[in-house]
């Protein structure tokens, strides 16, 4: 049998970039021999696995064909006879289809070099059509190669296309897509993710709520971007430039979308967004079934995004109520993931990405001041149940218009 590296680990030492996880591909072994060797078997039916000391991913070379909708209508065909080539051609794009011996030379039918010194992410073959998974890898791709000057190939582009018009982007399953949707929005440019599915028409059919924000304008005088879609771009640009959270990054592309319900007649102005967007929130948050913390942030800042950028006007009582529905006592954490986005929402406007955000600071100072009333003095006073709530309360209420006047001194 020989043994091959492939995938991200090639690819990624011919950029000169640190590899991580080294795949490899074996050809002209059976199962039985792999098993024989110590491999350990990854799943019943699927040829693929594990180095018995390293645990790197060991698959056995394959050739793949199309029997049905989605991704289970795949058969995967693995033999000794399967060649090094055939394995690669199923591959998704030709910087990924490079294999090395471990004298590290290269075996490149299809000229993943030449388009890794091109910039170019191409796909392999025609069967590239057969995983609608592939359009979401390419935009990942697309995202974190960016800033290296990598884009995706007109003719690659027009597949992705015809892919995301033929319907099969549906067959997807949530946990498929949420994978490499929330690796994208970890990258360093999440935004030409979101820009590469627009592009070729997947952003339509995944996200449409996303979709319906470009072409929306918003009133010049706080959005000189005008273009609700450009605005949400720049913000999730902001979030990684910020080093956020993948919550933040999810609550940053999700948090404006009641201004794509708006009527026309309303045009430039979205009142009660806030409002009207939380059902389309909730209902993208459930399609891809992100985690709970995730759902959790986007529909909180989609619903006070606004309070945020007002928090130096509220008045105190308007304070304690977007402290309270935080529950900021017990849940900090979840506060300052709030004002992260917040604050990427101020900084992703254009122009205005290096103005001060003054409304962070002031929140957190005013989470503090609510968080260090004390309990034990009301307990003393013989508080409890329902009125102790109430009590604290009223405590809660006083330290904040406290900290108003100071703040306002
Ligand atoms: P990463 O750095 O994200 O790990 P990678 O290219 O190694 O990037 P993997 O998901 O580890 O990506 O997959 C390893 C290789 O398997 C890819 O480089 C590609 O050749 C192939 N591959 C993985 N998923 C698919 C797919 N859905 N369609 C076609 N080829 C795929
Ligand atoms: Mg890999």
């Known amino acids: 049998m020989q043994i091959f590296k492939v995938g991200g680990a090639v690819r990624d030492r011919l950029l000169g970039l640190p590899v991580t996880d080294i795949d490899w591909v074996v050809v002209g072994a059976t199962a039985d021999e792999m098993l024989a060797k110590g491999y350990r078997p990854v799943g019943a039916d699927f040829p693929v696995f594990l180095h018995p000391k390293t645990g790197e991913e060991y698959a056995l070379a394959r050739t793949e064909r199309k029997s049905g909708r989605g991704y289970g209508g795949f058969t ?10 055939e394995d690669l051609i199923r591959r998704d794009l030709t910087i990924n289809a490079i294999a090395e011996d471990d004298l590290q030379n290269l075996t490149d039918p299809y000229h993943g070099q030449r388009d890794l010194e091109a910039r170019i992410l191409r796909h392999v073959s025609p069967a590239f059509a057969e995983d609608p998974l592939r359009v979401l890898r390419v935009a990942r791709f697309a995202a974190r190669y960016a800033s290296l000057g990598f884009a995706v190939a007109p003719e690659t582009l027009e597949l992705m296309r015809q892919l995301s018009e033929s319907g099969e982007l549906q067959a997807l399953t949530a946990e498929r897509s ?3 949707i929330s690796r994208a929005l970890m990258e360093d440019q999440p935004q030409v993710f979101i820009q590469v599915l627009r592009d ?4 339509k059919v995944l996200m449409p709520e996303v979709d319906a924000l470009f072409g929306v304008p918003q009133p010049e005088a706080h959005h000189p971007e005008i273009d609700t879609g450009l605005h949400t771009l720049s913000v999730l640009e902001q979030s990684a430039l910020h080093k956020q959270p993948l919550t933040v990054r999810w609550a940053c592309l999700l948090h404006d979308l009641g201004k794509g319900l708006t009527p026309e007649e309303e045009w430039p102005r979205h009142i009660a967004h806030e409002h009207t967007g939380l059902k389309l929130i909730k209902a993208v948050n459930e399609r891809f079934k992100a985690p709970k913390d995730c759902q959790e942030l986007a529909l909180l800042v989609g619903k006070y995004h606004t309070h945020c950028h007002r928090a130096l006007e509220l008045k105190a009582s308007t304070l304690l109520e977007l402290l309270q529905s935080f529950d900021v006592y017990r849940r900090p954490q979840r506060f300052e993931e709030f004002i992260g986005a917040c604050e990427m929402d101020a900084r992703g406007r254009k122009g205005l990405e290096q103005r001060s955000y003054p409304q962070a600071d002031y929140l957190r100072g005013a989470a503090q001041a609510a968080r260090e009333v004390a309990v034990q003095p009301l307990l003393e006073k013989g508080f409890k149940g329902p009125e102790l709530g109430e009590a604290l309360k009223r405590e809660r209420l006083k330290a904040l218009k406290a ?7």
């Open 76 to 85: 995967f065909h693995a033999s000794p006879e399967v060649t090094l080539e």
């Open 403 to 409: 900290y108003k006047d100071r703040a306002s001194a």
């Open 178 to 180: 949420w994978k490499e």
């Open 200 to 203: 070729c028409g997947a952003l």
